[in-house]
């Protein structure tokens, strides 16, 4: 496990870079997936990462309390060298009900995440639709618990949700996530 904290190569106001992953269910998603949401949640992250399996409980509950925003999971790690990261193990983890976002993507080409410039997981990133155009409000810690043992007091994330949900803006210090490295492929 290598310790890493997320950077910020998106800044407030970009529009969330396009994508079209594969989800667990088999469907492909693209942002116009979520067209119809206030806000998007993608948070880059992982099965075996103890810091992304601290979280898991938190991104199941906010994709269940918010209707109009959507939690969705890219998990971008190379599955050869961290087989648990494998498709066929992110599907286990939804059938068995560890995670329960609104969706779960597989960006095996890594492209994603190194469009959104996605260092760690978790990396959280909350988008706002804007007149169909998804904007950066938020990256940073989803909750004020950096290690996985932590139990956390403030929820940073529901704070950046809760305002966006109000139609104000998102006034939040972008303090990085923490999280293991994302496990990238060596190029070749």
């Not at 918010?66 to 498709?87: K, L, M, Q």
């Not at 992110?90 to 080409?109: I, K, N, P, T």
């Amino acid at each position: 496990m290598v310790l890493r904290e997320s950077g910020t190569a998106l800044e407030a106001g970009d529009p969330a870079p396009a994508f079209e992953l594969e989800g667990v269910d088999g469907e492909t998603y693209t942002l116009e997936s979520f067209a119809d949401d206030v806000a998007l949640l993608l948070v880059f992250t992982c099965n075996h990462c103890p810091y992304a399996k601290a979280k898991f409980d938190l991104l199941n509950d906010l994709a269940s309390e918010y209707d109009d925003v959507s939690v969705v999971g890219i998990n971008p790690n190379d599955a050869e060298e961290y087989p648990e990261d494998s498709f066929e193990k992110m599907q286990a983890h939804v059938e068995d009900g560890a995670v329960a976002y609104d969706a779960y993507l597989r960006d095996e080409s890594q492209a994603v995440a190194r469009a959104y410039g996605a260092e760690c997981t978790p990396d959280p990133f909350l988008f706002e639709n804007d007149d169909g155009t998804f904007r950066l409000v938020y990256q940073g810690r989803l909750d004020d618990a950096p290690n996985p043992e932590d139990e956390p007091t403030r929820f940073q994330i529901r704070e950046a949700i809760d305002a966006v949900l109000a139609d104000e803006p998102v006034d939040l210090e972008w303090e990085p996530s923490r999280g293991c490295s994302i496990k990238w492929r060596d190029e070749k």
